[in-house]
């Protein structure tokens, strides 16, 4: 690192070096073995697909395959689907529920055990950095799994007066941005409540998935219990179609989600939804600001904005409009952005040639409608799919990128004058999954976050999970809990004593 002193506090008075030559900080890759192709799991094995189809996943960060992942078919979903009904009926559902405690708390221990490889692995196939992999997905991946451990033989004590059952075999479908802590956010509550699952991660990022596997034999669960089929959508719509699960779960697009309501209206199938958003992230006058601006960059350039809850709208009382830009394009100026596997790395590649696209239209818009656009002066790799932190100010709420879910490392700035105006455009949204309100007052902190059509609502901080407290939208953003006692619920009958 170049010599220098340390910034003055109240940043804006020291001038931060123009560079910041950091070695390279590179995690060692070959903790992780990746075999040339896998199978589908399916009653306790790695299969080849009855479809004979195959795709190729690859690393973002080089646009370099990694492995040859299978295409699963309608036959091969059916069989998955056959595998889990009889691992349900036969064993799992009769098994002590403390025993499916013991199976749930081995599971999350072998995470710990094997996480270094399995963030190596994340990293490597989604794009994101190291540094939230090791220190962010794996931790809370296997942190739901101890907390609903936990609930596994106590389920009548969560729902007092009713009798729990378990619903059967649920199909689970999850997105990209957090391969392996969606998938634990989907099994974990599952199994937990004695159901099995059928679980499709998504088309670029089956890897964790896979090895995830490994960690169930390992675990020694009854074969059958978890099954994974990989594939793209159309693997995802033959889960959904199948007439032999109770229940669909599904995180993904808001349009997707849609599809898969209609698909399942009137077949008697549960279903909750876990969908996109277009959070506020709200900064009153009195907030203090290096604060804020520290959790308005996590908020937006965390997993490179690949995160449904991310604070995609920064809404700044215009008092304190200028300072906090400024504050932030200054903060933005030090953001690594580059190889996933460098423990320096702050933002990552970009997970898909198509996710690349789609933020690229979204920017283009912006400018074309009218904002200001300003990304920080930073280096992009050469090969790769890779986006500059990008800000928007001079936004007007009626822009494409005021509007529609960008899913990239792209805020867009906005002002207002006092609560209400804050209010009325922070929910001036489709969606409702998150918000954030920065502030010294405590009762304006209780007051907006009543007031904010939003699943969650963060207070001075941002991004920030725990297994026990529930997670989940209003309005397109979705319907059902994922986390806490709440999380539990989508999988079970609860039936009067
Ligand atoms: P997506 O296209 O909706 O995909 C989600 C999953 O559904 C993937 O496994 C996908 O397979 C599968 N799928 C696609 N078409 C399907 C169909 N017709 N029937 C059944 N399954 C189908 O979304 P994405 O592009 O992967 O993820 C980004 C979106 O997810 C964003 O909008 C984001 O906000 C949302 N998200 C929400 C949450 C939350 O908790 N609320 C969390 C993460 C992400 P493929 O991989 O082949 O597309
Ligand atoms: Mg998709």
Not at 34 to 59: C, H, M, N, W
Not at 131 to 159: I, Q
């Amino acid at each position: 690192m170049t010599e220098t002193k340390t910034p003055a506090r109240g940043a804006d008075r020291a001038p931060i070096p123009a560079s910041w030559d950091y070695a390279p900080a590179p995690e060692a890759r070959d903790i992780v073995k990746i075999a040339d192709r896998y199978g589908l799991f399916i009653g306790g094995k790695l299969v080849e697909p009855l479809s004979r189809q195959r795709y190729t996943t690859l690393d973002p960060s080089r646009e370099e395959p990694l492995a040859e992942i299978a295409q699963a078919g309608k036959a091969d979903v059916a069989k998955a689907v056959r595998a889990a009904r009889d691992a349900y009926t036969k064993t799992w559902s009769k098994l002590r529920p403390s025993e499916r405690a013991k199976y749930l708390f081995r599971i999350a221990r072998i995470l710990q055990e094997r996480s270094r490889e399995l963030a190596v692995l994340e990293s490597l196939n989604g794009g994101k950095p190291i540094r939230e992999s090791r220190d962010v997905d794996l931790p809370l991946a296997a942190a739901h799994f101890f907390y609903y451990a936990g609930w596994a033989d106590k389920l009548e004590y969560a729902f007092p007066g009713r009798t729990p059952r378990p619903i059967g075999v649920a199909g689970q479908i999850i997105p990209w941005n957090f391969p392996l802590l969606m998938l634990a956010w989907k099994i974990a509550p599952a199994l937990a409540a004695g159901n099995t699952v059928v679980l499709k991660p998504a088309e670029t990022t089956p890897l964790t998935a896979l090895v995830f596997c490994d960690v169930v034999r390992q675990a020694e669960l009854p074969p059958g219990v978890v099954n994974v089929v990989t594939g793209d959508g159309r693997t995802g719509a033959e889960l959904v179609a199948s007439d032999g699960v109770d229940k669909i779960a599904f995180t993904g697009s808001t349009e997707v989600g849609k599809a898969i309501q209609r698909a399942v209206a009137g077949s008697g199938k549960r279903l909750t939804l876990e969908l996109g958003g277009k959070a506020a992230n709200i900064v009153f006058d009195d907030a203090p600001l290096d604060q804020a601006v520290e959790g308005i960059v996590n908020g937006i350039y965390f997993n490179q904005g690949h995160v449904c809850c991310a604070g995609s709208r920064l809404f700044v009382q215009e008092s304190i409009a200028d300072a906090v830009i400024t504050k932030l394009k200054r903060r933005m100026s030090t953001l690594r952005v580059g190889d996933p596997l460098d423990k320096n790395t702050d933002v990552g590649a970009i997970n898909s040639k198509t996710q690349l696209d789609k933020i690229r239209a979204l920017v283009e818009s912006g400018v074309a409608e009218g904002a200001e656009i300003y990304q920080p002066p930073c280096r992009l790799p050469e090969r790769g799919y890779w986006f500059a932190p990008t800000v928007f100010t001079n936004v007007a709420q009626s822009y494409r990128i005021a509007q529609e879910e960008i899913f990239g490392p792209v805020l867009s700035v906005l002002t207002f004058r006092t609560p209400e105006e804050a209010v009325e455009k922070a929910n001036n949204t489709p969606y409702g999954l998150s918000a954030g309100v920065w502030t010294e007052k405590g009762s304006r902190i209780l007051a907006m976050a009543a007031r904010l059509r939003a699943g969650v609502v963060w207070a001075n901080t941002y991004n920030r999970f725990d297994p026990a407290s529930p997670f989940g939208g209003y309005k397109e953003s979705g319907f059902g809990r994922e986390g806490g006692l709440h999380g539990l619920e989508p999988y079970l009958r609860l039936e009067p004593r």
